[in-house]
């Protein structure tokens, strides 16, 4: 089969997270290629997402939930049931989740009957500690019919661990949005975000067991020594888990420091339009997570021309050349403090900086949307109609 199709691609929230991230940029990839996409997600607020799209979105309504993680995935997979219990809303040829909660939703509706098989994109598997938690995790892993990675290191834990087959799609980058030009945007945020002359290091992704962020604040504390006019910004946090003890570790990790209190800037989510000058306003990204499903962030701060410390983990190692980053041992802060002196020597810096447009150029968000056609087309085959 062949043609136009009608594709509902649902995410599990509104906020810039990488896998709503990839679910705007995969849907407005395959609207490019002619195909009739249509991104939904749970929105709570009613403000919708956090961009404009070239796609089409669906705001699902969300019903109150609490703090429970479990619970949460309960209430908004519910959601997303009730929303397209409506026949009016199920008139897709292809369902493709991309997380715990979406795929949850749609393996209920598949169970009722309302809808045939789907696909499922898991971006990275979590180890929660929470019986009722991996289960649902697994539930909606298993329940799909196709399944999509974005890095081999997925496709291997998928193979081993589920005896699941799965097709590596990658992920690319916005050149036009992500890009070394100024916009005009960077002073009025280096003025908000009470930014100095640096060396300015940006961490991305909020306060996070995964994101690494207590040993990259105790390795900046080093660097700080060295650079005492050095700021740490760390960027967003917009996510559905909990995270409260890990930022209270974090909170008490700051208060030993010693560091002055504008030495580390928290911002919390910022708007889509200010992340580019954010990049640009960087001297280098600490970028040293412990676990990720590819680190979309790598690739912006690269296509911003901006100097990368990474954790020389898969999947970075599967896509990153070795003259492309700095490398860091992601459990060791002394690895990371050294990472971060080397990444702002000028002579490496400005090498960096000239290999990372490139770099990023190498990942296409069209060629990522064609990587999903063929396996949206065999879904439609009789085998599994």
């Not at 002619?34 to 997402?49: C, I, K, R």
Request: proline content about 6%; some cysteine; aromatic content about 6%.
């Amino acid at each position: 089969m062949s043609g136009r199709l009608r594709i509902a691609l649902l995410a599990h929230s509104t906020n810039p997270r990488g896998g709503v991230v990839h679910a705007l940029e995969l849907g407005d990839a395959l609207t490019r290629l002619g195909h009739d996409v249509v991104v939904h997600a749970p929105d709570p607020s009613g403000a919708g997402f956090f961009r404009p799209t070239l796609c089409g979105t669906v705001s699902v309504p969300a019903s109150p939930a609490g703090s429970d993680i479990t619970e949460m995935v309960r209430v908004r997979a519910a959601d997303y049931v009730r929303h397209f219990e409506k026949k009016g809303h199920r008139d897709f040829d292809v369902f493709h989740a991309q997380d715990g909660i979406s795929g949850n939703a749609l393996a209920t509706l598949k169970e009722r009957g309302l809808i045939g098989p789907f696909a499922r994109t898991v971006h990275h598997i979590d180890l929660f500690g929470h019986a009722p938690l991996e289960a649902l995790q697994r539930r909606a892993i298993i329940a799909a019919d196709r399944h999509f990675v974005v890095s081999q290191v997925w496709r291997d834990t998928l193979a081993r661990d589920y005896g699941l087959e799965a097709a590596i799609v990658g992920n690319g980058v916005n050149l036009q949005h992500f890009s070394p030009l100024p916009d005009g945007r960077e002073a009025g945020l280096r003025a908000r975000l009470g930014l100095g002359d640096g060396p300015i290091v940006l961490s991305v992704g909020g306060v996070e067991s995964r994101k690494n962020t207590v040993r990259i604040l105790s390795a900046f504390t080093q660097l700080h020594a060295l650079h005492p006019g050095a700021q740490l910004v760390i960027a967003g946090g917009a996510t559905l888990l909990d995270h409260h003890e890990y930022a209270q570790e974090f909170s008490n990790a700051r208060f030993l420091s010693g560091l002055p209190e504008h030495a580390v800037i928290r911002t919390g989510p910022l708007p889509h339009a200010d992340m580019p000058a954010l990049y640009r306003l960087a001297d280098v990204l600490a970028f040293a997570s412990v676990k990720e499903g590819f680190g979309l962030v790598v690739l912006e701060a690269m296509a911003s021309a901006i100097p990368c410390v990474v954790s020389r983990i898969a999947p970075f190692t599967e896509h990153l050349r070795e003259e492309e980053v700095v490398w860091c041992k992601p459990l060791s802060v002394a690895s990371i403090a050294n990472a971060l002196v080397i990444a702002l020597k000028p002579d490496l810096r400005a090498r960096l900086a000239r290999l990372g447009p490139a770099a990023a150029a190498r990942h296409d968000w069209d060629a990522t949307a064609r990587a999903h056609v063929t396996t949206y087309q065999r879904l439609r085959e009789p085998a599994h109609a």
